[in-house]
């Protein structure tokens, strides 16, 4: 579970990162046309998700409960795909990214689960 954790963290410090730095290259892998406030609000969105992910490396390298943070990756991965099957509820289909992002969240949260069955299993 911890190496799923520092992975999640390093892809999150990463992306952030980039987003932040090339807000337009960002916006050309996403399909978004952006306005000077986008650029300015993908930076601080993308600010933000680097934060979060030096966050989660510092927990996890503080020996913290590793099914605990990765119970809270889950959580946030599902929020995104949550979020985008709003957005095709909402808005209509949309592009086919969505629903390849949709499957690699969902995908990413069942691995992250079952690190979690895996590991109660070992310890029971």
């Known amino acids: 579970m911890k190496i799923f954790n520092y992975i999640n963290g390093i892809f999150y410090v990463l992306y952030g990162?980039?987003?932040?730095?090339?807000?337009?290259?960002?916006?050309?892998?996403?399909?978004?046309?952006?306005?000077?406030?986008?650029?300015?609000?993908?930076?601080?969105?993308?600010?933000?998700m680097a934060a979060l992910g030096a966050i989660l490396l510092l927990v996890i390298s503080q020996g913290r409960d590793q099914k605990l943070i990765t119970m809270m990756i889950i959580f946030v991965t599902l929020s995104f795909a949550a979020g985008r099957c709003i957005g095709i509820l909402v808005d209509g289909a949309g592009p086919s990214q969505t629903v390849y992002e949709?499957?690699?969240?969902?995908?990413?949260?069942?691995?992250g689960a079952g690190?979690?069955?895996?590991?109660?299993?070992?310890?029971?």
Do not use: N, V
């Open 17 to 48: 990162l980039f987003g932040a730095a090339l807000p337009r290259s960002m916006a050309d892998i996403m399909g978004w046309d952006l306005s000077l406030l986008g650029l300015h609000q993908t930076r601080a969105i993308s600010c933000a």
């Open 115 to 124: 690190l979690i069955w895996w590991s109660d299993r070992k310890t029971a």
């Open 102 to 111: 949709i499957i690699f969240e969902i995908c990413l949260a069942a691995l």
